[in-house]
Every structure is written in structure tokens, then in C-alpha cells.
């Protein structure tokens, strides 16, 4: 008889399925994307070769294997997790996070505060990169958790939403040709967006100055070398003058995401929980 093992991941899944009565709760509730919830179920139905569930007006019941799973993946679970809290210290030595660098001054402060009430002892490592390095080292391990740019290739939760605009020094002239750029680095979404826009408007353009470091960009526009774009929330903590004008176009909104490696521990996942409700606290003022 070939040995069948069935991941543990996959039944706490169909549990919370079972909880929520939604795919949707479910996600928010284990950090994970809607589309991976639906996956994972879809495996586990398929390891065990038969449907777990049904859904109908009345919600999500299981099925009459479904009972039988839920009844040993209740006793599987519960034992994990018993030996996770018996044998595994509840504070990390150490959480590795990771945020560009244009996000750390608006978003950090908060998220290293929700940490040091929960883990005093634990060292935080912050380390800065751009959006689409940082869902790499993510789904690597390399960082437990990071605060993005998501993009549509990006499997991240949606956590808050942020307008770019344009922003200057008081006295920069909006009519220099071609009209110089202060952005990060190639491979920044901010910084494509900002090109394809002035492109699509048929405005002369380069970019004039760029750097991995938000200090330096903050410092060429304010020195008015430069326009920048950014996020509003930059913008604003930057004490940076908001350009509103028509010979301008108007830039997207980007959304805010956040990322959990795999397997994180309950202390991480919890951390996760802490982030996500401080970046919607600050989108709501940014919107107020």
C-alpha cells in the first residue's frame, strides 16, 4: 500500500472553511490570497479523491467524507499546534521584515511599535528593497513578512490603497522640456507608472536623478531639481508641495499589499495581523 501524507496546511484550510462559512474569511484569516484558498481545497479534495464539501443557501457543509476528515484533521491539528506551543518559544529570537524604502518613515514606525508590545525581546531586522525583490525573498524565506507594492503577478494580500501624485519644491517650473525625474531605481512599479503616463500624455521627459534610498529623492525634488512621484502618504510626511495641475496626467492609485512566508510561525502570523490593521488605520486618514 503506497503511503499517503496529506498536508497539514491544506486541513487547517478546510477547518477554517468549515469556521467561516467563506473562502473570502478564510483567506483574511490565514494570510493567504482568495484564489490560494481555492487551490488548496481543490488538492486536498483531490489527495483524498472525492468533493469535502457542498455549498448551497444555507451555507458550507461537509460532505459525508468531509465529516470523516474534519473529525481526524480536528485531532491532527489540535496536536500540532499543542506541540508547537510545548516545544517552540511563542517570541522569535529574531522577525525579519522588509519595506522599500519610501514606505519605511510612513509605515514602519507603527509596525516596529506593534512588535515591541508583543516580542520586547525580539531583534526586528529591517531590510529595504524594491516591491518585486521582496515577494521573492518572501516566498524564499529570506523575510518573513513585507510591505509592497502589489502588482498582478504579486500573490499578496490587498491591505490599503495609496494615490500617486506628483510632488515638488514650491518654486519648480512644471514647464521645463523635457521635464526632469527624481525616481527610484529601474524595476520600482511607481517609477513605469510615472514614465507610461508622461509618455501616454506626449510629454518630453527623462529621468534625471534616481536612487534605492527615499532620503535622496525626498532631497533632489525638495531641492528642485527634479519632480517626483510618490505616494500621497510619502508626500505628505515628506512636507513636499503637491502638484495639482492640468498640464499634468492624472497618476493611478497603487495598492499596498503585505506578504507572510510560508509556514510562518503563530508569533509571525500574528505580527501580520498587527501590520495589516495599521496599514488600513493609515489609509483611512490618508482618505479622511
Excluded at 118 to 130: A, N
Excluded at 247 to 257: E, M, N, R, Y
Aim: with cysteine; proline share 6%; net charge negative.
Amino acid at each position: 500500500m503506497t503511503l499517503l501524507n496529506v498536508d497539514i496546511d491544506l486541513l487547517r484550510t478546510f477547518l477554517t472553511v468549515l469556521e467561516t462559512q467563506s473562502f473570502t474569511r478564510t483567506a483574511e484569516k490565514l494570510l493567504r490570497t482568495q484564489p490560494a484558498i481555492s487551490q488548496q481545497m481543490k488538492k486536498l479534495e483531490d489527495t483524498v479523491g472525492t468533493p469535502l464539501i457542498a455549498r448551497d443557501r444555507k451555507g458550507i457543509t461537509p460532505t459525508t467524507t468531509g465529516l470523516v476528515v474534519k473529525s481526524y484533521a480536528e485531532s491532527i491539528i489540535g496536536l500540532n499546534d499543542k506541540m508547537v506551543a510545548d516545544l517552540v518559544d511563542q517570541a522569535p529570537s529574531t522577525i525579519r521584515i522588509g519595506l522599500p524604502d519610501d514606505y519605511a518613515a510612513v509605515y514602519l514606525p507603527e509596525i516596529l511599535r506593534i512588535a515591541a508590545m508583543r516580542f520586547p525581546k525580539t531583534e526586528i531586522v529591517c531590510q529595504s528593497d524594491l516591491s518585486r525583490n521582496l515577494s521573492k525573498r518572501v516566498a524564499s524565506g529570506d523575510i518573513d513578512l513585507a510591505i509592497l507594492t502589489a502588482d498582478q503577478d504579486t500573490p499578496s494580500l490587498h491591505v490599503s490603497s495609496q494615490p500617486l501624485v506628483w510632488a515638488s519644491a514650491t518654486d519648480f517650473d512644471l514647464a521645463r522640456r523635457p521635464l526632469p525625474l527624481a525616481l527610484f531605481e529601474n524595476g520600482c512599479i511607481i517609477r513605469k507608472h510615472t514614465k507610461d503616463a508622461l509618455t501616454k500624455a506626449g510629454i518630453p521627459h527623462h529621468i534625471s536623478h534616481s536612487s534605492n534610498a527615499n532620503t535622496l529623492i525626498i532631497t533632489v525634488v525638495k531641492e528642485g531639481h527634479a519632480l517626483g512621484a510618490m505616494p500621497r502618504c510619502t508626500a505628505e510626511y515628506s512636507d513636499l508641495t503637491i502638484v495639482e495641475s492640468d498640464t499634468l496626467p492624472t497618476l493611478p492609485h497603487i495598492d499596498v499589499s503585505l506578504m507572510v512566508r510560508d509556514h510562518a510561525s503563530p508569533a509571525i502570523r500574528e505580527l501580520a495581523l498587527g501590520a495589516i490593521d495599521a496599514l488600513g488605520a493609515i489609509d483611512a486618514e490618508t482618505h479622511a
